[in-house]
């Protein structure tokens, strides 16, 4: 090419960026002319309440101690294809209506594929701002199914896609590079699949385009089963266990029948079991702290590093004895429903805490926000975070977030464990389930000046209802429900009615204890007709 058609080419480029970020104002924190960066690392069931972030001694040092750690972020859902849809959307699981892992659940179905993935918020980074968009790891559970358009479907907005097949892998998997089938094997040094996405994430850094912002979204399989660490980490924590908190191996007294058909004491196996899975989960995380210094001494190398955000989190918690159910996630406690949340970035101060109630759904709008991109022109239930990373003064913010799920089980009795029945499923190990029909709650997590409050309710035969006061009860362990305050009662009722109908600015709206809140008595639902509405609504 002749140094004329050169410049050319580079103009052309220039008025392309252009054109493709009209919509997006110059975003605030921008260090130049050009819009920031943003790198977002998630992490696969991994745990903050019962140190999962223990082992990242280089992505504490690197992310929470040079910005913010986010000490209330929480997940609408705590279960993988639910909680990525609420990532990508912004929006709860009754707006995306995923709400399971499963093609059925609508997880990468091709109803989700036309109706919701046009509209995340990387399509919109792409399409709108003018971002390069990188992808590379575990996307949503049933992505690649031949029956949803297998690894040749690339979902609108991504420049660079590297995505699983399936569910996570360390070891023989395949990636969808750019809609092409990638085989890997067994070889660690070419196949270890978190190594694999760091290379791949370092190649995209070196060789980007210089003309356009970029946002990257690494998502890892670690810490999630099989637990399979890389061979220099295999000897590592050999003393470590599963911590035995208050709420370890005990019996879940006047919690739902789901809970309290955990064996309790466990046997001798299962604490065998998941101590042994405890550790692994934590090996397995040394080499995401190795991704996240090798992706930030890149940044640093390339210049890029003062202008770029990088957000840290998991799509679900996790348990590990809690209540006597073994290891899983999908339950409403804090262990499941928390993560942690560390961003580091353009005027963010080192080494802050916010206790602000945060959730996933936040991320969507925040890196829009970031990017110039009007949030009034989204159908998005989260709020930016923005605010709160500048350190704004007197900011307005939330007091409660709505967690909602939707319980699976089997048909069909499972064959190891023929006395439980159907409707039940994850009965592992020692015939201990952690999933039903009628493990479908809904629940409002308030956190205010002076509450510290949740409140669930089952949709059961028995519209079963959870309360705790996590004040005085930080493990969850009483349920308050018979005796908390009557009307306080009614109110959380109320409010979690409107928020599972919520959508868009409505899912912001006032929570219980915040001073603009209005009660209608009128307007409640009796328990007997919310549990039909729960029953029936479409999810």
């Given at each position: ?168 892998k360390y070891y023989n998997y395949t990636l969808s590079v750019n809609g092409k089938a ?130 840290y989190t998991s799509d679900n918690g996790f348990h590990t004895g809690q209540f006597s ?215």
């Amino acid at each position: 090419m002749s140094p004329a058609a050169a410049v050319r080419g580079l103009a052309l480029a220039a008025l392309l960026v252009l054109s493709r970020a009209r919509d997006c104002a110059q975003a605030a924190g921008a260090s130049g002319a050009r819009k920031p960066n943003v790198v977002l690392i998630l992490t696969d069931d991994q745990d903050v309440c019962l140190g999962g972030m223990t082992p990242l001694k280089k992505t504490r040092a690197l992310i929470a101690e040079m910005g913010i750690s986010f000490s209330n972020a929480y997940v609408p859902s705590a279960l993988c294809c639910p909680s990525r849809a609420s990532i990508l959307t912004g929006k709860y699981p009754h707006n995306h209506h995923v709400v399971n892992n499963t093609l059925e659940g609508n997880c990468s179905s091709k109803s989700w594929q036309k109706i919701q993935e046009p509209y995340t918020f990387p399509a919109l980074l792409n399409s709108m701002c003018g971002y390069q968009t990188f992808f590379a790891g575990k996307y949503l559970n049933e992505y690649g199914a031949e029956d949803a358009g297998g690894v040749g479907h690339v979902p609108p907005g991504w420049s660079f896609w590297y995505a699983l097949e399936k569910n996570s892998k360390y070891y023989n998997y395949t990636l969808s590079v750019n809609g092409k089938a990638q085989r890997h094997g067994e070889n660690y040094s070419v196949d270890y699949l978190t190594d694999v996405l760091a290379n791949m994430s370092l190649d995209f850094l070196e060789y980007k385009s210089n003309f356009e912002p970029f946002f990257m979204m690494i998502s890892t399989p670690a810490p999630h089963s099989p637990w399979i660490p890389a061979p220099q980490y295999q000897k590592s924590f050999q003393n470590v266990s599963a911590p035995r908190n208050s709420n370890f191996n005990i019996h879940g007294t006047n919690k739902h029948w789901l809970i309290r058909q955990a064996k309790t004491p466990m046997t001798n196996s299962s604490i065998q079991f998941l101590d042994d899975a405890f550790r692994k989960r934590w090996q397995t995380l040394l080499s995401v702290d190795d991704l996240i210094e090798k992706l930030v001494k890149k940044l640093e190398l390339h210049g890029e590093l003062n202008n770029t955000y990088i957000f840290y989190t998991s799509d679900n918690g996790f348990h590990t004895g809690q209540f006597s159910l073994p290891i899983d996630k999908r339950q409403l406690y804090e262990f499941d429903i928390k993560v942690p949340l560390l961003v580091r970035g353009p005027g963010i101060k080192p080494n802050q805490t916010n206790k602000m109630l945060v959730a996933n759904i936040d991320l969507g709008p925040t890196i829009l926000d970031i990017a110039g991109y009007d949030l009034n022109k989204t159908q998005m239930d989260g709020m930016s975070l923005l605010p709160l990373l500048r350190g704004d003064k007197n900011v307005t913010w939330r007091s409660d977030v709505l967690i909602e799920y939707q319980g699976e089980g089997h048909n069909s009795s499972d064959p190891t464990c023929p006395a439980l029945g159907p409707g039940v499923t994850h009965c592992f190990p020692d015939c201990v389930c952690e999933d039903s029909y009628n493990n479908t709650y809904a629940c409002v997590r308030t956190l205010s000046s002076s509450w510290d409050l949740q409140y669930c309710e089952f949709d059961d035969r028995e519209v079963f209802v959870e309360v705790y006061n996590l004040t005085a009860d930080p493990h969850q362990i009483t349920n308050i429900a018979k005796t908390i305050d009557q009307e306080i009662l009614e109110k959380m009722n109320y409010r979690l009615m409107m928020l599972q109908s919520c959508s868009g600015a409505t899912c912001r709206s006032p929570g219980v204890f915040d001073p603009g809140y209005r009660f209608d008595p009128r307007l409640m639902f009796s328990h007997g007709s919310l549990a039909h509405r729960l029953s029936t609504r479409s999810l």
